[in-house]
């Protein structure tokens, strides 16, 4: 799969900023000045499926074959990124062409429609895209984290969030696998810098036993979903979690952890995965 993944040549436009210099008015302490601040940029891109148009997205314009491997994975398209016979990017354009070595056809009703369903078996319902039903998983991995594991994951999440600290103006996915690896990836959409760490994952064929994602953001149902697909029992984030996430979060196995700020947070489910002596 990954000879089988490029990017259309065109000269200067190959690379596309992921920030922008703006002039600005800042008040500070009563005074005024004009100075010179950084935006994220925003890109377009449009993935077409089999030359069926599948989807526009709005997103960062780094790591974007990761990011169409993983987008894909998550709508239930593709399992593996050996799925894809070819993905070209054209930065130029805003396009991703995308072939799968067996013929895509868009169902609608799989792809974009809710259905009220149990998840895993449980007796709760809840709403799911179908093909959420049909991928996300309940996960077995029994890892133990310490307080300490939680506050250095975040912490390294924060060193690696260059962008970030730039612009202010985008979000962080970031997958520890003790022992192996950390993937950090950021977008302007948070469910974009969790595509872009699965796409990653399926791309080199990573095992997510015993790794743990933070986040920056809130921990929302469509948050715990894409986590789940990943095979990753923990998740962990600065903000709060959704009632429904943390519903999701008990039927699927995966312990949410919260409020990570200074040296304090919080443990919404399955707390025996965190040592508490």
């Not at 894809?84 to 062409?97: F, I, Q």
């Not at 250095?152 to 924060?158: E, F, H, P, Q, S």
């Amino acid at each position: 799969m990954l000879d089988k993944v490029a990017q259309r040549g065109e000269g200067r436009q190959r690379r596309a900023p992921l920030q922008a210099k703006t002039v600005i008015q800042r008040y500070h302490e009563g005074q005024w000045t004009v100075i010179e601040d950084s935006v994220a940029n925003e890109f377009v891109l449009t993935i077409e499926v089999d030359r069926q148009e599948f989807a526009t997205v709005v997103c960062t314009p780094d790591c974007l074959e990761d990011f169409v491997i993983g987008f894909l994975a998550s709508e239930g398209v593709i399992r593996q990124a050996s799925d894809v016979d070819n993905l070209e990017v054209s930065l130029y354009r805003g396009m991703a062409w995308v072939h799968l070595k067996e013929k895509f056809q868009m169902r609608p009703e799989v792809y974009r429609k809710r259905y009220i369903t149990s998840c895993c078996g449980k007796s709760r319902q809840s709403f799911y895209f179908f093909n959420d039903a049909q991928t996300a998983h309940k996960i077995e991995d029994s890892t133990r984290l310490s307080a300490g594991d939680i506050l250095n994951v975040m912490a390294k999440m924060d060193e690696e969030s260059f962008l970030f600290k730039q612009t202010g103006g985008v979000h962080m996915a970031f997958l520890e696998i003790p022992g192996q690896c950390f993937i950090a990836r950021s977008d302007i959409g948070r469910h974009n810098a969790l595509d872009k760490v699965f796409g990653y994952l399926l791309r080199c064929g990573l095992s997510t036993i015993g790794a743990r994602m933070a986040f920056s953001g809130r921990i929302s149902s469509e948050v715990l979903l894409k986590v789940s697909k990943m095979g990753v029992g923990v998740v962990i984030s600065h903000s709060a979690p959704t009632q429904l996430a943390l519903d999701l979060a008990r039927d699927l196995n995966i312990t949410v952890i919260g409020f990570v700020r200074n040296s304090s947070f919080n443990v919404y489910t399955h707390d025996w995965r965190v040592q508490m002596s």
